[in-house]
């Protein structure tokens, strides 16, 4: 069976700095129509960033949507004009001061696919030099170092609620353990 939805219309709900919602009325496989909210956002970058002590580096800032402070690795929005990678390399140095080398791919995650098109990319690394670091304006947070192993067991744990940290923690780990970091 095709499980693919066919659009009919779609229209602009809102226009933000980051995100755009769009309110479309798709076609489902069996010939029904359907309404789709759509939160459109151009993307992100994390980086889970090793030291040679295997400590990763992490930043906790003031999450507004769930009113608390949030562990996280260095990540933020794609900006036009640079790769991917451009823009991963961009946030580790702003958010941590650490300048990496040997990037690698970790892969892309859907954080919520059932509303929005965000996807995040994830990358590792190890760290080169650190320095200090120049958050963006009106950015906030407090740089960490954690080792990796506590770092795992605090997402076994449910110490580490944020999504993409997760992920990029343990695929991490496990490249560590096989040798490929």
């Known amino acids: 069976m095709n499980f693919t939805e066919k659009t009919l219309s779609s229209k602009n709900v809102f226009d933000g700095r980051i995100l755009h919602i769009t309110?479309?009325?798709v076609e489902l496989p069996d010939g029904r129509k359907s309404k789709r909210e759509v939160v459109n956002h151009p993307g992100g970058?994390?980086?889970?960033?090793?030291?040679?002590?295997?400590?990763l580096?992490?930043?906790r800032q003031f999450r507004y949507p769930y009113r608390e402070i949030v562990l996280e690795l260095p990540a933020g929005k794609l900006e036009k004009g640079s790769t991917v990678l451009e823009n991963g390399k961009r946030e580790l140095l702003e958010e941590t001061g650490a300048v990496g080398y040997s990037y690698i791919s970790l892969g892309q995650v859907y954080p919520s696919p059932g509303y929005t098109s965000e996807i995040i990319h994830l990358y590792a690394c190890r760290v080169k030099s650190e320095g200090k670091n120049n958050?963006?304006?009106?950015?906030?947070?407090?740089?960490?170092k954690i080792s990796l192993g506590k770092a795992v067991e605090m997402v076994l744990n449910n110490q580490i609620p944020d999504a993409k940290t997760q992920i990029a923690v343990?695929?991490?780990?496990m490249l560590l353990q096989s040798g490929k970091i």
């Open 135 to 144: 958050p963006d304006e009106g950015e906030f947070l407090n740089v960490e």
């Open 57 to 59: 580096y992490f930043v």
């Open 170 to 173: 343990l695929k991490t780990s």
């Open 45 to 55: 970058v994390c980086v889970a960033a090793i030291d040679d002590d295997n400590n």
């Open 23 to 25: 309110l479309d009325e």
